[in-house]
């Protein structure tokens, strides 16, 4: 079985703040795949980055960075300086062999980001 | 712009209509999905086409019908349904096998409203 944990329903904070999502997953499998989505208001998932679990490089793009961590099972996300334009749901997800690769999501994490 | 189209974007059908939910892909794709996101709930996989053959059907109502005539178009054949069905409908496709870690796109949702 395999589970995707985000313990954060809302976060909310002032626009330039830096704002870090948590995400904590479980799988037997040794090879999956992590992926974090945005969901803005207008309902599109968004994928933003995939990381595959031999990887364990951090990872920056624009003020997005991702720190994965096999030891602890997270794959956290942060915002740098948030914009307004960031405010959406952030859903962490798992794909792994053994639930036949298709997606485990997270609850999800609300965003919010006030001018 | 999204590789993954979905039309129409906002329906609105009374519970004895019959409509339908149309998906295409430009992604090349060998995989299409349909995923239900209701209010407070997390996101539900309710079909899943690889090579257009049906490969997963999670228990859903019968009153949900999906066809996938060729790899890059999905449908959601939609009759007699109930006000509870009214969520965001998604439509997603991957490439199954290959380097692309089975990262799965989705589209920008159909948001369906049953009076």
């Known amino acids: 079985a395999q589970k995707v944990t985000q313990a954060q329903t809302e976060i909310s904070v002032v626009e330039k703040e830096d704002v870090t999502l948590d995400c904590v997953y479980e799988t037997r499998d040794t090879t999956y795949y992590l992926f974090w989505y945005k969901q803005p208001p207008s309902g599109e998932l968004v994928f933003l980055i995939r990381?595959?679990?031999?990887?364990?490089q951090n990872e920056i793009s624009g003020r997005y960075s991702w720190n994965f961590q096999k030891s602890t099972s997270s794959f956290n996300f942060t915002i740098t300086a948030s914009q307004v334009v960031d405010s959406a749901v952030y859903f962490c997800?798992?794909?792994?062999?053994?639930?036949?690769?298709?997606?485990?999501f997270g609850a999800g994490t609300t965003v919010t980001v006030r001018a | 712009e999204t590789g993954v189209t979905q039309t129409p974007r906002h329906l609105v059908m009374g519970m004895t209509n019959k409509k339908s939910l149309k998906c295409e892909q430009h992604?090349?794709?060998?995989?299409m999905y349909w995923y239900k996101q209701s209010a407070k709930k997390p996101l539900e996989l309710m079909f899943v086409?690889?090579?257009?053959?049906?490969?997963e059907n999670n228990s859903v109502p019968s009153r949900f019908s999906p066809e996938c005539p060729n790899s890059s178009h999905l449908f959601l054949h939609l009759h007699t349904l109930q006000p509870e069905d009214s969520a965001l409908y998604l439509c997603?496709?991957?490439?199954?096998?290959?380097?692309?870690?089975?990262?799965?796109?989705f589209g920008e949702g159909s948001w369906l409203t049953v009076v």
């Open positions: 086409y690889s090579l257009e053959e049906r490969v």
């Open positions: 992604l090349g794709h060998n995989a």
């Open positions: 997603a496709s991957s490439q199954v096998g290959g380097s692309s870690g089975n990262t799965i796109y």
């Open positions: 997800a798992l794909i792994a062999r053994s639930n036949d690769y298709k997606l485990s």
């Open positions: 990381r595959n679990s031999f990887d364990e």
